[in-house]
């Protein structure tokens, strides 16, 4: 089974995405899956924004409608 999975990796100051392709299996296989990744990637650059995060939102067990923050 393939789950949703998408990463972007940065290798050798690029910044490359990889993601899992699911076929239908074949010749008697239990599964047909692969990773890939685009070729050459996107060079990485310092830029002048800094990061910033924000609060955390999160429900309770009991209360899923109401998200609540976690400091």
């Known amino acids: 089974m ?3 999975y998408l990463s972007t990796s ?3 100051g690029r910044a490359v995405a ?3 392709v699911g076929k239908a299996p074949a010749n008697g296989q ?3 899956e692969a990773m890939y990744a ?3 990637g996107l060079a990485l ?3 002048s924004a ?3 995060t924000g609060p955390v939102l999160f429900a309770t067990p009991d209360r ?3 998200p609540t923050v976690r400091p």
Request: proline fraction near 4%; include cysteine.
């Open 2 to 4: 393939v789950g949703d």
């Open 10 to 12: 940065v290798a050798n």
């Open 18 to 20: 990889v993601l899992a």
């Open 30 to 32: 239990a599964f047909d």
């Open 38 to 40: 685009v070729a050459g």
């Open 45 to 47: 650059r310092a830029g």
């Open 50 to 52: 800094p990061c910033t």
């Open 64 to 66: 899923a409608d109401a």
